[in-house]
């Protein structure tokens, strides 16, 4: 327990001063530090004519660098819904709730930082024809940034599930952490320590687990019981960037299983709603997390082209907030 607390500490210690580090840098500095590419392409596609009813109004002055708090785990819940109650996790007795409960617990205690639990509009059969499925006391989780998902999970499985997840990302992190304090040197530059996590090991802790195929995913902020703009906002852009995705390959229609897709899709709130049209991306080959705002239909080529296709290439103007998590090769 002592080396724990140890290694958390050295790790919060780290993060405290990096982050001071970082404050007083430029935000382009600040993106190449994070491992991250400033876009010498515009934000903009010409040749998109569609736009936002104009009655709608979004924060534009505001600075967007920042205006969010980083998370080390994103667990999404498949509702096959784009719409939700004002607290969508808040309803006492479904699967949601029990998750949230469980990440409100655990969020913050480990190396791993904060929790974020969201649903989306991810389906799948059983949630048509399954009663346990429709009523939300059973479902399947997407979990990020490690493209893994926890299928038919029931309401009395998710603290033990969740806790052995959870453990197994907290002891592969501390030990990286423990890795990189042990670096070595080598004219200079440092030596890149760190292990992979190995699907095979999560499989054997946790036999329900299975792979994501996916290459990508990008999420949207559909909850328009909580702000209209998100509801309005979020299908223009999914209806755009699917259309992109099927002419250059990427798009998967629903039942598909071929690998290496690009899947768009919605989730509940996840605060800003006046930098709509707010934009989540992971990317599974380079472990980068994009968070994006204030996103408008001529922005989807070039997101799609540059944040993801490019691997992490973005703009200054409409980044809120970048991390880079571990590679995944499964």
Same mark, same amino acid.
């Given at each position: 327990m002592a080396i724990l607390n140890k290694l958390l500490n050295l790790n919060i210690s780290d993060n405290k001063e990096s982050n001071k580090e970082l404050k007083e840098k430029s935000i382009d500095e600040q993106i190449i530090q994070s491992g991250f590419e400033i876009s010498d392409c515009s934000e903009i596609c010409d040749d998109c004519t569609i736009s936002y009813p104009k009655s709608l109004k979004f924060e534009e002055t505001e600075p967007l660098w920042n205006s969010t708090k980083p998370f080390g785990l994103h667990l999404i819940i498949s509702t096959g819904k784009s719409d939700w109650p004002h607290d969508a996790t808040g309803i006492e007795g479904t699967l /949601? =709730? @029990? !998750? /949230? =409960?469980?990440?409100?617990?655990? /969020?913050? @205690?480990?190396? !791993?930082? +904060? !929790?974020?639990?969201?649903? /989306?509009?991810?389906? +799948?059969? =059983?949630l048509i024809i399954d009663d346990d499925y429709i009523n939300q006391k059973k479902g399947d989780v997407l979990i990020m940034p490690y493209f893994l998902w926890l299928r038919g999970i029931k309401l009395d499985e998710v603290d033990e599930k969740f806790n052995i997840l959870l453990s197994i990302f907290n002891e592969h992190n501390l030990k990286n952490k423990e890795l990189e304090k042990e670096k070595g040197e080598d004219n200079g530059d440092i030596v890149n320590n760190r292990k992979d996590l190995k699907f095979e090991y999560i499989k054997s802790k946790l036999p329900t687990i299975e792979e994501d195929i996916n290459l990508s995913y990008i999420f949207f902020c559909s909850h328009k019981t909580r702000d209209k703009r998100c509801g309005i906002t979020a299908p223009i852009m999914k209806k755009e960037m699917d259309l992109y995705l099927r002419d250059i390959g990427y798009y998967r229609d629903y039942g598909d299983q071929t690998p290496n897709g690009i899947s768009v899709a919605f989730i509940n709130h996840i605060g800003g709603h006046k930098f709509a049209a707010n934009v989540i991306i992971y990317i599974k080959s380079t472990g980068q997390n994009i968070w994006l705002g204030l996103c408008k239909p001529n922005n989807c080529k070039p997101i799609i082209d540059q944040c993801i296709l490019e691997k992490g290439k973005v703009w200054p103007n409409k980044v809120r907030i970048l991390q880079k998590f571990d590679p995944i090769e499964w």
């Open positions: /949601s =709730n @029990k !998750i /949230s =409960n469980w990440a409100s617990e655990e /969020s913050g @205690k480990t190396s !791993i930082g +904060n !929790i974020k639990v969201t649903c /989306s509009s991810l389906s +799948n059969d =059983n």
